[in-house]
């Protein structure tokens, strides 16, 4: 059974930076395909970052920049590093593993105040 836990969400200043983890389990980790998700309130649900087996990334143009995905393949983790944060990056982050299987993390709220 794949399980994706995140981590490292939390209260931040404007222009603080924070690192989000991922850890994935009951999976082959190494080539699989990463995500980061968010969701801010009354919003939908929006890709912001994709790791592609560590071969590619590709990164949502509105955090292009402050935000960069990562990963380490000893420890089974993704990680989305999070600098210059703005109020409007508020948001339950999510992770997700979009290939050879689907499957999502239960999130992890980053709020950015002001």
């Known amino acids: 059974q794949v399980q994706l836990v995140e981590s490292g969400g939390g209260l931040v200043q404007a222009g603080e930076s924070l690192r989000l983890s991922c850890v994935a389990s009951?999976?082959?980790?190494?080539?699989?395909?990463m995500g980061w998700y968010r969701q801010a309130p009354g919003k939908q649900r929006e890709w912001v970052a994709t790791?592609?087996?560590?071969?590619?990334?590709n990164i949502l143009n509105a955090v292009k920049g402050r935000f960069t995905i990562s990963r380490d393949n000893a420890k089974n983790t993704v990680f989305l590093q999070m600098n210059s944060l703005k109020p409007e990056d508020t948001a339950v982050y999510y992770c997700?593993?979009?290939?050879?299987?689907?499957?999502w993390g239960k999130g992890t709220l980053v709020t950015v105040s002001s």
């Open positions: 790791d592609n087996g560590g071969r590619t990334t």
């Open positions: 009951g999976m082959i980790f190494s080539t699989s395909v």
């Open positions: 997700n593993v979009a290939w050879p299987v689907v499957a």
